[in-house]
């Protein structure tokens, strides 16, 4: 479970010879990152204690699944230990290099874990292919042991991560390497199982190239959200059309412009824009109200408006959408 506090200011400021203000709404909250590191530390030591047994089992058995998995679980490990390092460096306080901290390196750190899964498959399509030119014997029963003891290990890792999966991309892409690991668990027992009872060892490299594609996948799924965020592109599930529309109906405001959203990471949205409002005695109270708007309708706790008496153009005008 999480614990956290939230802290809203709203600072509003004007300037009588140009009628312009700004204001900004910040919300300084609810990651425990203390919570976050110890749900990475106890999935790390349970990661790496087994990889070692599934390795070994893996040349044992000759097993590729079980090689396959053991080496997807080395880059857990590799990857929860990244996962650790980037919830450390999201938990420092800002300062005057860095003024929103160092949460963007969870995003970071979620982009490197996709990475090192496509090198991580790359090297295991090749390997899969040699060994479907030519089979080798594997040792069911074996394999099926060690398969179902690897299956309870990241059964207890996605449970520990799950709780903080959904709000940030750091553990999210540890999690998604502990899913596809359980996966792979799941798959090599099927595998064990069907070898066992036909004698059929393709069954082994099928499931082994099943395996591969599925890292692939959820890869590449949190490859194209990092970017996302690192494109600051527009927050995940955010219209910025409803977005123009509720901050154009706040009252006295004539026009929106030079309006921006974007995630610092996951769970953590911003915005600025810039707000016509022409009547000088509407100005404040409009501030207030799209600060509202932005946080009760969209969720995002850190907006910066500033408020014009008519449309001043700058220099970052040449990114305004048209």
């Known amino acids: 479970m999480e614990h956290g506090h939230e802290h809203h200011h709203d600072h509003d400021h004007s300037r009588d010879h140009g ?37 070994a089992g893996g040349l044992l058995t000759g097993s590729m699944a079980l090689l396959s998995d053991s ?22 306080k800002p300062d005057s290099a860095r003024t929103f901290g ?13 990475m090192l ?18 089979p080798v014997p594997v040792l069911s029963g074996p394999m099926l042991v060690i398969a179902v003891i690897g299956l309870l290990v990241n059964i207890a890792s996605a449970y520990i991560l799950h709780a903080h999966s959904e709000g940030n991309i750091n553990v999210r892409g540890a999690f998604l390497h502990v899913l596809g690991d359980l996966a792979g668990s799941v798959a090599a027992i099927a ?18 190239l099943l395996i591969n594609l599925l890292i692939l996948f959820s890869s590449t799924r949190l490859l194209m959200e990092a970017f996302h965020i690192l ?23 004539s026009d929106v412009h030079e309006l921006h959203a974007w995630s610092l990471s996951s769970g953590f949205n911003a915005l600025s824009a810039h707000l016509v409002v022409k009547d000088p005695s509407l100005q404040q109270s409009a501030l207030k109200a799209a600060t509202g708007v932005a946080e009760a309708e969209f969720g995002i706790k850190h907006s910066v408006f500033q408020v014009e008496s008519e449309p001043v153009e700058n220099s970052s005008c040449d990114i305004c959408p048209r």
Not at 231 to 252: W, Y
């Open 191 to 208: 595998a064990g199982a069907v070898i066992w009872l036909t004698n059929w060892t393709r069954a082994d490299t099928i499931v082994s």
């Open 19 to 55: 009628r312009e203000g700004h204001a900004h709404g910040h919300c300084h909250h609810g990651h425990d990152h203390g919570a976050t590191r110890r749900a990475i530390s106890i999935a790390f030591f349970l990661t790496a204690g087994f990889m070692g047994v599934e390795f």
């Open 71 to 92: 080496l997807h679980m080395l880059t857990d490990a590799a990857a929860l230990g990244m996962s650790f390092f980037a919830a450390r460096l999201a938990s420092l």
């Open 117 to 134: 899964l496509w090198i991580l498959t790359g090297y295991m399509f090749r390997e899969i292919y040699e060994r479907f030119r030519e």
């Open 102 to 114: 160092y949460r963007r390196a969870e995003v970071v750190a979620a982009l490197a874990n996709a």
């Open 231 to 253: 494109m600051e592109g527009a927050p995940r599930g955010l219209s910025m059309a409803a977005l123009e529309r509720a901050l154009r109906a706040v009252d006295g405001v």
